[in-house]
């Protein structure tokens, strides 16, 4: 049997086990306690915006900025060679693009945006220390299911008491100021045009669609976890009260990878469990409204096609013919400003997804560095093809995340910071150094003291 280095490094194991620390587990501990914080953050923080000049920066960066950097200090992340070559590659790829738009006198170039794709994606170039990676990613897992399960519990209840006749209100809304909350977004949104009932963002999410994703990935890590069949079915009732789709894509394709991991028992026991909801549902009020969902990319004014469709309709039209365009793009912040125009035109929400975004804005050179830079943090020594994958479906193409943290902070914290390859434990010692003397196994320092 021919084994090629790509098997070799794609885990054959669907579920993530629980494993031993590497290090002390006081170490250990005061990492996971930073990355939980910076998970319950990326959760439930997410609508919170810090004012800079003219526009907003999510809070979620700068804490994310804040927590690294102790980790950093304490030793429990560190900076990979590999990591950092892979950054400067792709941002000096994109930072070459935007020249090239500029000197062409490209009206759209946004020094901005640069600043905040360079900014935005620095936490990439560090990650975990090997033995702390595979020990810490299962605990960190099922915090997050406890944190979703919340989240699944707000999205129902705001749902139901609409149900009993209580008006809808945003309450974050109310509380928070209007300059701290993001701009945007289609936070409050009726599930159908004229309908009095709203969908469910479980007051704390950008969009009902945000709050569908989050809780297709919250099933995703209960199957990978065995988090209980309550917790499955609490996940699923919560997808729906978001009467969204985007969540219902992404676990239609987590599905089709667990198949592949788990095999055809566990891909005939899902599709019997899917029939089953799609039967439920077919006998309720909403079954006409997910009907019309499943169909309103045909529509140029739906949701649907504002996301899938027309971005990419509009990037193969801007391009043109201009080879120049193509290669370099039309300059950082295009995409942003052709959605806003669109936007004053016609009163639609445009969505580019990544692909597009990039394409428009950086050409074919900052699309094909970038995506291999983020293809490489995500898959490269992932500890589950499954969450990976998962993840990659979600930032590529279910969300324009490109300059979105609470986006690639999910990346970051669930798959990008965890990456094991056989390369980064080869060159753990070289690369990373050794770990600081209080997490040093008896082992550890008796090699590192010959060091």
């Known amino acids: 049997m021919v084994t090629t280095t790509l098997t070799t490094r794609i ?32 959760i439930f923080f997410q609508r919170i915006a810090i004012p800079v000049g003219g526009s907003q920066v999510q809070v979620i960066l700068p804490i994310t900025y804040v927590c690294a950097a102790i980790m950093v200090r304490r030793g429990g992340l560190s900076r990979h060679s ?24 490209k009206d759209s170039t946004s020094l901005t945006s640069l600043l905040l794709l360079l900014a935005t994606y620095v936490p990439f170039v560090f990650g975990l220390r090997p033995a ?20 699944a519990g707000l999205a129902m209840f705001q749902f139901a008491i609409q149900l009993v006749g209580v008006p809808y209100t945003d309450v974050v809304k109310d509380i928070v ?49 065995n988090g209980g ?63 019309a ?23 193969w039209d801007s391009l ?24 004053r035109r016609t009163g639609l929400p445009l969505n580019y997804a990544l692909v597009p975004k990039l394409i428009l804005e950086y050409g074919v050179l900052g699309t094909v560095t970038f995506l291999s830079f983020i293809v490489a943090m995500f898959v490269r020594g992932s500890q589950s093809f499954v969450l990976s994958g998962s993840v990659l479906i979600f930032y590529i193409v279910l969300s324009g995340g490109l300059l979105a943290p609470v986006v690639t902070g999910l990346g970051l914290l669930l798959v990008a910071w965890f990456t094991v390859s056989p390369q980064d434990s080869d060159r753990w010692a070289d690369d990373l ?15 590192f003291a010959g060091i």
């Open 11 to 42: 885990p054959r194991s669907w579920v993530i086990p629980t494993q031993e620390a590497g290090s002390s587990r006081t170490a250990n501990d005061a990492t996971l306690r930073l990355l939980t914080v910076l998970l319950f953050c990326e």
């Open 82 to 105: 590999g990591r950092m070559t892979g950054y400067l590659v792709a941002m000096t790829a994109c930072s070459l693009s935007a020249l090239v738009s500029f000197l062409r006198q």
């Open 132 to 151: 702390d990676a595979r020990a810490l990613l299962p605990r960190l897992l099922d915090r997050f299911l406890i944190m979703i399960t919340v989240l």
């Open 177 to 225: 100021p209007s300059q701290f909350l993001m701009h945007g977004f289609n936070t409050s949104y009726p599930v159908q045009y004229g309908s009095s009932l709203f969908k469910s963002n479980a007051f704390v999410c950008l969009e009902a669609s945000f709050c569908s994703q989050f809780l297709g990935f919250g099933i995703v890590v209960c199957v990978l976890r």
């Open 229 to 291: 069949w309550w917790r499955l079915l609490m996940f699923v009732l919560a997808i729906l009260s978001t009467v969204s789709g985007t969540g219902l894509l992404l676990l239609a394709c987590a599905g089709v990878l667990l198949a592949v991991h788990k095999g055809a028992r566990f891909a005939l026991t899902a599709l019997v469990g899917v029939s089953l909801i799609v039967l439920i549902i077919s006998f309720t009020p909403a079954s006409s409204i997910f009907a």
């Open 293 to 315: 969902r499943a169909t309103e990319t045909s529509s140029s004014t739906s949701s649907g096609s504002l996301r899938f469709v027309q971005p990419y309709q509009r990037t």
């Open 320 to 343: 043109g013919s201009d080879p120049a365009t193509v290669a370099f793009g039309s300059g950082a912040g295009y995409a942003d400003r052709d959605a806003a125009a669109f936007f």
């Open 433 to 447: 150094g050794p770990p600081p003397p209080s997490s040093q196994t008896p082992a550890q320092r008796r090699v």
